[in-house]
């Protein structure tokens, strides 16, 4: 990190305070080892490990890893709205979620992620809002793949359909798979672009083979009068979400500015192309909407190709739940460490592994995980969605706003698009998390229901208390701060000296007061970011974004 200061006078006062434990030994403090990749994001020696193919399969992973799920879909609905479902939505949710991560994932290359998008422009409040909203969603999500890959396999072991087999299977493969993720994310990395090789393969061979028995009369069939609308919508937007969840790898993203556009560009063509071709080929095949339940692909290969397609789909389908899996414990662990290196969670979790692994990320998203593993697909499917779309509503604000209140926020890519453009692009995509969102309360899916209510007063609970345990000194937290160093390394007119950085609360802004609040901009042209806060006399500051200076861009 560069060596950022702010003159005062005769007083050079660092912004960056190199009176913290982090800054001063991290390998003491956080358990890092001192080699470059065990290192947080912005320490001098931290290693970025993740190029663009392990970047594109990991995004991969955590929208899609391939056709399996789409099943629910099929039987909620019928051949046509399940193909017309994966034409549509991706134009109207998925680009513009995978846009708006292009550019703030770029902007603020870091392990917080969303969390820093939403505090920086709403304060840290909110940003713990989002970063709970989004865990809490994300380990349920991930609870998801031990149940699809027993499903898969039952074709093979029916033993697995219930009992202490499946109890068994379930937490085994889970333990398994967090251990994976410990090891690191070169091996995770390796691990998934092999995965998804596995998995286009025999897809390309199923569409080749159901293609002379397809009847494109199927394609059209629709029983309306028997659409179960809340299930297809779920298990749709369940299929095509999550690509934000990648921002909580920014950190470890080799070239993030250049990278970042090129992966998830080439991820969103995989996954529609994933989801469209081998849906098409199975319903070309057999469109009884009854017969379709996870795992359904395998006897379709089976149909078309014989038993030796049929397990070449199921060993697919284990590389699917495994590489969305590890992609999914790995954004979700990162995201945990990223929090607490940035001063919204106690210091102990931010404790990297031997491996730069984070510790108690990985365990705390593991237990989650355990908790939830044995409900039903669509159970945890309409579960996850519900928190999903609070975090994506806060996230979809905090874009306009920083486009509003911080043009000048340096962003290696940046939508081309005005803010009046903007905000048209994102209003279906917006209507879209509204109507899944109001779903299980018009449904009266008290379940879902409690859930989100439960997770959003546990936010509103848990900020406060983490906040009055600090000030009692009862836990150690990190100093309140983003890696602005990396985000707003030179002026907007191009001068030399360096425009924002961030720090503690109660870091000194200059001789006449403190900052109160979390990021402190050091020159006029940050000054958009000082929403929520007033800038005072003496140079003080309250609020969520502190600021040096009177003026605005």
């Known amino acids: 990190m560069a060596d950022l200061h702010r003159d005062d006078g005769d007083a050079s006062v660092p912004l960056i305070a190199p009176a913290s434990p982090r800054h001063a030994k991290p390998h003491d403090v956080m358990g890092y080892g001192g080699e470059g990749h065990h290192r947080p994001p912005g320490e001098p020696g931290h290693v970025r490990t993740l190029g663009l193919l392990p970047l594109v399969t990991l995004i991969f992973f955590e929208v899609s890893g391939g056709p399996f799920g789409t099943e629910d879909a099929v039987s909620a609905a019928g051949p046509l709205l399940t193909i017309l479902g994966f034409i549509v939505f991706p134009l109207l949710w998925s680009v513009p979620e995978a846009l708006i991560t292009a550019e703030l994932a770029t902007a603020f290359p870091e392990n917080s992620g969303y969390v820093a998008w939403v505090t920086a422009a709403f304060g840290p409040f909110w940003g713990f809002q989002e970063g709970l909203w989004s865990w809490l969603s994300g380990v349920t999500d991930n609870s998801l ?5 027993a499903a898969n396999l039952e074709i093979f072991f029916p033993q697995l359909e219930g009992g202490w087999t499946r109890v068994c299977f379930l937490v085994g493969m889970s333990l398994l798979l967090s251990w994976l993720n410990y090891r690191g994310l070169t091996v995770v990395g390796h691990a998934v672009v092999t995965s998804t090789v596995a998995i286009v393969l025999p897809f390309v061979l199923l569409c080749v083979l159901a293609l002379p028995q397809a009847n494109v009369k199927n394609f059209t069939k629709v029983d309306w009068e028997s659409v179960d609308w809340p299930t297809f919508l779920n298990v749709m937007f369940w299929n095509l979400n999550y690509w934000d969840s990648v921002s909580t790898l920014a950190g470890e993203v080799r070239d993030p500015g250049r990278t970042f556009p090129r992966a998830l560009l080439l991820a969103v063509v995989l996954v529609v192309l994933m989801y469209l071709l081998p849906t098409l080929a199975a319903l070309g095949v057999t469109a009884a909407a009854g017969d379709w339940s996870l795992g359904f692909y395998g006897y379709v290969a089976q149909q078309v190709g014989g038993p030796w397609l049929a397990l070449w789909v199921v060993v697919a389908a284990g590389c699917s739940q495994v590489g969305q899996y590890q992609a999914e414990m790995a954004s979700d662990s990162y995201q945990v ?53 609070l975090a994506e509503l806060l996230e979809f604000a905090a874009y306009v706003w920083l486009r509003v209140k911080a043009p000048h926020l340096p962003r290696p890519y940046r939508v081309p698009l005005p803010v009046w453009g903007l905000v048209l692009m994102l209003l ?26 439960g997770a959003v007063g546990l936010g509103f609970v848990m900020y406060p208390a983490l906040q009055f345990a600090k000030k009692r000194g009862w836990l150690v937290f990190e100093d309140m701060h983003f890696d602005c160093a990396n985000v707003y390394d030179r002026s907007a007119s191009g001068g030399g000296s360096p425009t924002c950085a961030a720090t503690a609360g109660a870091a000194t802004a200059n001789g006449h007061g403190h900052v109160h609040g979390v990021v402190v901009v050091a020159h006029e042209e940050c000054a958009p970011l000082l929403q929520g806060s007033g800038s005072n006399g003496d140079g003080g500051a309250n609020g969520a974004v502190g600021g040096g200076g009177s003026g605005s861009s």
């Open 428 to 453: 279906p995509a917006s209507a879209l998390l509204l109507v899944v969102l109001a779903v299980p309360f018009v449904t009266g899916d008290w379940p879902t229901i409690l859930w989100t209510l």
């Open 337 to 389: 460490q990223g929090m607490a290196e940035r001063g919204f969670l106690p210091k102990a979790l931010g404790r990297r592994s031997r491996h730069g692994t984070p510790v108690y990320g990985i365990l705390l998203s593991s237990l989650g995980v355990l908790c939830l593993a044995s409900m039903s697909f669509v159970e945890i499917v309409t579960l996850l969605n519900a928190i999903y779309c």
């Open 145 to 149: 793949y031990p149940v699809m890959l």
